[in-house]
């Protein structure tokens, strides 16, 4: 196999991928097979993980080795979930009158590098070398090469009987049932022909280059602006291969440190695409560019609230204005109370608002200002941050005691559970629901997480009315979420039972207080204990969801036992924060070299087995991503 690669990357050299002068050098060919996303699909519908980018809704996959096809599998609606055709647009040739259709072609060697697919294939004496990256979001530019002048031609077929086909000048026009339109743009000296669902472009001149844009619109009005744009793109190659090496680069560079092994880099840069194929641009009732939790699950196409903060966190070091639109896509469904909707869709009929997500939109935005220096984003999102604030003291604290339970608008345990974050975990078994007022119901149970959280989004809002120039009078609970919820006997953070005892189940909610910062020196000390407990936290993952001794802990159960990247995160940078770097390093070190294909070409996923790094539930994760760069960012500092 790396054989197999090798070639194909000495072809890309020699192909000039990389030629042009304000490129020189393309990082990104560093990281060949960053994540395995080959597949060749046999239906409509299916996959596991794309080649996305930009925020776009179209994504490609490589074909595998036992289904080759001359040419990137796609476009795939990442919306509507299914296969636009099995592989639009590939490439042949006429030599001396006789066709060499794409299936002649044998295939040499394919590679996901970040931001582009490569793929070189062969007949004869004749290589291509097919290239394919974004230039926005509406657009991916495809750029094949030949080793010597060829007469070449271009053909696919579409696959949805539903689907209009139109041909236009040098564009096959797709329009897709649900309203979107996705286009296929050839060059100048192009001539289509379209038979229903089959179609060929053919050319006036032979060539040793051949390109085509691919276009995905989500409405017709978007097509008849954007179409046109196509054209420039193909009458702009060498432009388009610098803009997008340069961007790339720059990708590299804001987010690789110099001091890190080649297998922690590499993560690092896995991380990073994996977000960057997450984003979404705005698309219906989606009114700012977001991130999807995962492109690859279908139930996952839309933004989550808790998802968010934590993927802003890590995106402003790389991708700023997404980092801040994010964070604006969930604000702009905050309700007139304050609330912030769990998630919300390009339809907002399916917004869900029955419960929020764990209050960190303060966290997010300060990092956001942190690496921008934007005063003007803390002007504009203080007063719907602490709106958010004020919200849950007013709708979520039961006893009015200034500490807060999770709960729910409709009454339900499950909503309640969401709102958590952590939806089956323990420590809620014996919950039940109590009614605050209309439309606001709380858990009979105040948990140390959601304070913790509160807390420390009081020391930031605190900090940013400072900034701006704003009088900040809110009440300060942080000294009595510091003892209420510790117990100093068992040395630990606990969840309390309202107007009753600890709920002493041993989870990820008893370190918060340290990575917030609330917890004293002593109590850090009493919780390393339980930390560092090879039958509790410190198992072979470190930072499990449920104590590994807990007669409840289950491998596979989702809250109740598997590793959460997240919570990982807010472990190990909670000890490291009280000076704990020796471990936190190790535990980090664990991570990184333990989750089964991390440093390989699985994708990062949505949760892990404890006990041997297993792959588990959602592949392609947006906040596992985010926070396995947190820990490669923090690794090693004091």
């Not at 004869?124 to 030949?146: G, M, P, W, Y």
């Not at 120039?469 to 606990?494: A, L, N, V």
């Not at 297993?614 to 690794?635: I, N, R, V």
């Amino acid at each position: 196999m790396k054989k197999f690669w090798w070639i194909g990357f000495v072809a890309l050299a020699a192909f000039g991928c990389c030629r042009n002068e304000a490129c020189k050098e393309e990082q990104a060919l560093k990281y060949p097979n960053i994540l395995d996303i080959n597949y060749t699909p046999e239906t409509i519908r299916g996959g596991a993980g794309w080649f996305t980018d930009q925020g776009a809704w179209m994504g490609f996959t490589l074909p595998t080795a036992e289904k080759f096809t001359n040419g990137f599998c796609g476009p795939f609606d990442l919306d509507n979930r299914h296969w636009l055709s099995r592989s639009l647009v590939r490439p042949g040739f006429i030599d001396n009158g006789k066709v060499v259709s794409p299936e002649a072609f044998q295939a040499d060697s394919m590679a996901y590098f970040p931001g582009q697919l490569y793929m070189q294939s062969s007949f004869s004496d004749i290589r291509i070398v097919q290239r394919l990256f974004f230039t926005d979001k509406n657009h991916a530019l495809l750029v094949c090469e030949s080793n010597r002048k060829i007469d070449w031609f271009f053909e696919g077929k579409l696959w949805d009987e539903d689907d209009t086909v139109e041909v236009r000048d040098k564009s096959l026009i797709i329009y897709l049932p649900r309203g979107e339109v996705a286009a296929v743009t050839f060059q100048n000296d192009a001539e289509l022909m379209q038979m229903s669902s089959v179609y060929k472009a053919s050319f006036k001149q032979v060539a040793d280059v051949r390109a085509a844009v691919f276009s995905f619109f989500n409405t017709k009005e978007e097509m008849e602006a954007g179409l046109p744009v196509a054209e420039t793109i193909l009458e702009n190659i060498k432009a388009e291969k610098a803009a997008h090496c340069s961007r790339w680069n720059n990708y590299l560079s804001s987010v690789l440190r110099t001091d890190m092994p080649a297998a922690y880099d590499r993560v690092a840069v896995k991380a990073m695409v994996t977000l960057l194929a997450n984003w979404r641009s705005s698309k219906g009732d989606m009114l700012h560019d977001g991130m999807v939790p995962s492109h690859a699950v279908g139930y996952f196409v839309g933004f989550w609230a808790w998802d968010t903060w934590k993927q802003a966190v890590a995106t402003v070091h790389f991708e700023p204005e997404l980092a801040k639109n994010q964070i604006r896509s969930m604000f702009d469904y905050q309700d007139e109370y304050g609330m912030i909707a769990d998630c919300i869709y390009s339809d907002k009929r399916e917004n869900n608002y029955r419960d929020s997500k764990p209050p960190l939109a303060a966290w997010a935005v300060m990092e956001v200002f942190r690496h921008t220096g934007d005063t003007a984003f803390i002007h504009e999102m203080y007063p719907q941050l602490l709106k958010y604030y004020r919200w849950w003291y007013q709708y979520r604290d039961h006893d009015r005691n200034g500490i807060c339970e999770f709960g729910a608008t409709d009454g339900t345990e499950e909503a309640a559970k969401w709102e958590s974050g952590m939806d089956n975990a323990v420590r809620f078994d014996e919950a039940t629901m109590v009614r605050n007022a209309e439309n606001a119901w709380s858990f009979n149970q105040e948990s140390v997480d959601l304070n913790a959280y509160l807390g420390y989004e009081y020391e930031l809002l605190q900090e940013m009315a400072g900034i701006i120039g704003e009088s900040f009078e809110e009440p300060d609970y942080r000294e009595k979420i510091r003892t209420y919820f510790f117990d100093p006997q068992q040395g630990y953070f606990f969840d309390r039972v309202l107007n009753g005892d600890l709920v002493r189940v041993e989870g990820p909610e008893g370190w918060t207080p340290i990575w917030t910062g609330l917890a004293s020196k002593e109590q850090v000390e009493a919780a390393m204990k339980i930390i560092a407990d090879t039958s509790k936290f410190s198992t072979y993952i470190p930072f499990p969801t449920l104590a590994a001794d807990h007669p409840k802990f289950l491998p596979k159960g989702y809250w109740r036992g598997p590793i959460w990247l997240d919570q990982v995160y807010f472990g190990i940078s909670g000890i490291r924060k009280y000076g704990y770097i020796k471990e936190a390093d190790t535990y980090t070190d664990q991570v990184f070299t333990r989750l089964q294909g991390l440093t390989e070409g699985a994708p990062i996923h949505e949760n892990y087995g404890t006990h041997d790094g297993g792959l588990l539930k959602a592949p392609h994760f947006s906040w596992s991503s985010a926070h396995l760069l947190m820990l490669y960012w923090e690794y090693g500092k004091k």
